[in-house]
T-cell receptor, first 116, second 114 residues
Framework: AQSVTQLGSHVSVSEGALVLLRCNYS??????LFWYVQYPNQGLQLLLKYTSAATLVKGINGFEAEFKKSETSFHLTKPSAHMSDAAEYFC??????????????FGAGTQVVVTP | EAGVTQFPSHSVIEKGQTVTLRCDPISGHDNLYWYRRVMGKEIKFLLH????????ESGMPNNRFLAERTGGTYSTLKVQPAELEDSGVYFC????????????FGAGTRLSVL
């Protein structure tokens, strides 16, 4: 069975400061990992994904995440927060076989507030 | 290219009534998924269609929920009769067979059962 834990349901960050959102997973084999973002009144948008290639993954809007197998982590970072980064962020995991990757399991989400 | 579209965006019904949610996936996507987020909880998987067939419906909460995908195109999710605990946001997602692990989500339908 797989599961995802996001530390911190709410994060407040100053504009220009580092954004760090934590995600830890539990899986018997290295899974596929994803970060999604939901802006107000919009659907979930894929930020980036890890699918067993490079461990450092770059996504859209300046975000990146690093897969660390030893720590079972997939933390999301952005060097400098912008006001437009205010949104809810979700970490998700899926299996890596054709019969298991259709079922995403999500963390509880982290609401990011950016202050001027 | 249009994204995943869900109707309605918001539905308010009374306990015991019936509600039908609709999802139009991205054109050409064989895989269609339904998820639900109850207030304060994680987004939870409900079921997965491949074309018109149910691949995995392990997340469906009970037999008050019925999902269909006629002709492998759009899908509907019917709740009959609705209960208070069914309130939440229902998301639909789709993916194509060549990259089935990348799911594209709609904006969701917010269901309020009073």
């Amino acid at each position: 069975a797989q599961s995802v834990t996001q530390l911190g349901s709410h994060v407040s960050v100053s504009e220009g400061a580092l954004v760090l959102l934590r995600c830890n997973y539990s899986s018997s084999v290295p899974p596929y990992l994803f970060w999604y973002v939901q802006y107000p009144n919009q659907g979930l948008q894929l930020l980036l994904k890890y699918t067993s290639a490079a461990t450092l993954v770059k996504g859209i809007n300046g975000f990146e995440a690093e897969f660390k197998k030893s720590e079972t982590s997939f933390h999301l970072t952005k060097p400098s927060a912008h006001m437009s980064d205010a949104a809810e962020y979700f970490c998700a995991v899926s299996g890596v076989t054709t019969d298991s990757w259709g079922k995403l399991q999500f963390g509880a989400g982290t609401q990011v507030v950016v202050t001027p | 290219e249009a994204g995943v579209t869900q109707f309605p965006s918001h539905s308010v019904i009374e306990k015991g009534q019936t509600v039908t949610l609709r999802c139009d996936p991205i054109s050409g996507h064989d895989n269609l998924y339904w998820y639900r987020r109850v207030m304060g909880k994680e987004i939870k998987f409900l079921l997965h269609f491949v074309k018109e067939s149910k691949q995995d419906e392990s997340g469906m909460p009970n037999n008050r929920f019925l999902a269909e995908r006629t002709g492998g195109t759009y899908s509907t999710l019917k709740v009959q009769p609705a209960e208070l605990e069914d309130s939440g946001v229902y998301f639909c997602a789709s993916s194509y067979s060549g990259g089935a692990y990348i799911q594209y989500f709609g904006a969701g339908t917010r269901l309020s059962v009073l």
